[in-house]
């Protein structure tokens, strides 16, 4: 169970990601994230966020109703 669950399904790029930033500009070290995102390009972005940011990308996958679910931890 994630610290924090985040919503984004609906909206599209780049939104997801700023939304996602921003969220995890406000956590404390070690605090997990969960992201919902219906946009396909999320994928990308994530993972590219996570590489620059130094944050931990600790699941990542697509659940049965089509959605793209992240796990990020705060560094």
Same mark, same amino acid.
């Given at each position: 169970?994630?610290?924090?669950?985040?919503?984004?399904?609906?909206?599209?790029?780049?939104? @997801?990601?700023?939304?996602?930033?921003?969220?995890?500009?406000?956590?404390? +070290? %070690?605090? &997990? =994230?969960?992201?919902?995102?219906?946009? @396909?390009?999320?994928?990308?972005?994530?993972?590219?966020?996570?590489?620059? +940011? %130094?944050? &931990? =990308?600790?699941?990542?996958?697509?659940? @049965?109703?089509?959605?793209?679910?992240?796990?990020?931890?705060?560094?």
């Amino acid at each position: 169970m994630a610290d924090y669950e985040l919503d984004l399904r609906g909206l599209s790029c780049p939104l @997801p990601v700023m939304r996602m930033r921003k969220k995890l500009e406000s956590m404390t +070290s %070690g605090q &997990t =994230l969960c992201i919902l995102s219906s946009e @396909p390009g999320s994928v990308r972005d994530i993972n590219a966020y996570v590489k620059s +940011s %130094g944050d &931990t =990308l600790l699941e990542s996958k697509k659940n @049965p109703e089509g959605d793209f679910e992240f796990l990020l931890k705060r560094i």
